[in-house]
């Protein structure tokens, strides 16, 4: 597995922006897609973004197509979420996560077996 740890969370006002980070350790970063999901107070965890290893594919969910953008600096083993226009209903808390398999592009998040520890992103209304 590898060790993945969330920054950049905090408190924001509807309207505004974020760019959270997502730093890895322990394998060949450079080897493997990364995903972005998030977990909302009883909720289900939610999709919300993949990059594939080398940066070229990505995905989004329909819920934030549009303004949130998944990038990749795999000569810092980092990435990242940049969330624009958020919205009141974008509070959660957000992680990144890496699949099991190298050069695998999945977005179930079945194929995820590594996870960071999450970083709260409350937007105020």
């Known amino acids: 597995q590898v060790q993945l740890a969330e920054s950049g969370g905090g408190l924001v006002q509807a309207g505004g922006s974020l760019r959270l980070s997502c730093t890895a350790s322990?394998?060949?970063?450079?080897?493997?897609?990364m995903g972005w999901f998030r977990q909302a107070p009883g909720k289900e965890r939610e999709f919300l973004a993949i990059?594939?290893?080398?940066?070229?594919?990505?995905s989004y969910a329909d819920s934030v197509k549009g303004r949130f953008t998944i990038s990749r600096d795999n000569a810092k083993n980092t990435g990242y979420l940049q969330m624009n226009s958020l919205k009141p209903e974008d509070t959660a808390v957000y992680y990144c996560?890496?699949?099991?398999?190298?050069?695998?592009?999945?977005?179930?998040?079945?194929?995820?077996?590594?996870w960071g520890q999450g970083t709260q992103v409350t937007v105020s209304s």
């Open positions: 996560a890496a699949p099991k398999t190298r050069y695998y592009y999945n977005t179930g998040i079945a194929s995820f077996d590594s």
């Open positions: 322990g394998r060949t970063f450079s080897s493997y897609s």
């Open positions: 990059i594939s290893w080398s940066g070229t594919s990505t």
